[in-house]
């Protein structure tokens, strides 16, 4: 089982919601960043929420992580001493970025997830899709007509276009990608916005 803080609540609307060390403000799960205290008292991202332990929760964005960093919100907060990184920020920019790229692979090898122009287009013309991936180095040529196609699925721009085809076992660079509706969307979509916000973006 895993505890945390007390005070934890849950919104109809949005589900469960955490309260953040640094701001106080209580808000849902995929907009935070849970941690908890590991051997030897570091502290450990739990990008997956599945660690067990007390459970520490700082909203997914840079300022936030700053000041609970810098003021000791998290000793405080766990009532122990912790070490903690203090190059926690871009530890956790590259954690999550690995975790997006993992979860494009694994639509893949489900087969939830097709590149290029002509594919997206094709599949967006056919069903709702659950993402719509563009590559942030990619000419915006064509951007314009697939996000209409894509009607109210979450757009992400976060990677760049070698990345995206390495995720996808290709070589060169994949500029266009669309994901099937399901959980390994919702799972992308939630770590993508945690890593958008973390970069200032959202």
Known sequence: MVDTLAGDIEDEETGPLRRCIATGESRPIDRMIRFVVGPEDRLVPDLAGRL???????????????RATTKRLFAKAARRPVSVDPALPGLLDRLIERQCLDLIGMARRAGAIVAGFEKVEAMLRRVAAGALIEASDGSADGHGKLRRLAAD??????????N??????REGVVVHAAMSRGKLAERFVAASERLAALRGLA
């Open 52 to 66: 067990p332990g007390r459970g520490i929760w700082v909203s997914a964005d840079r300022e936030a992580i700053e």
């Open 153 to 162: 699925a979450p757009v992400v721009t976060l990677f760049q276009a070698a």
């Open 164 to 169: 995206l085809a390495e995720a996808m076992g």
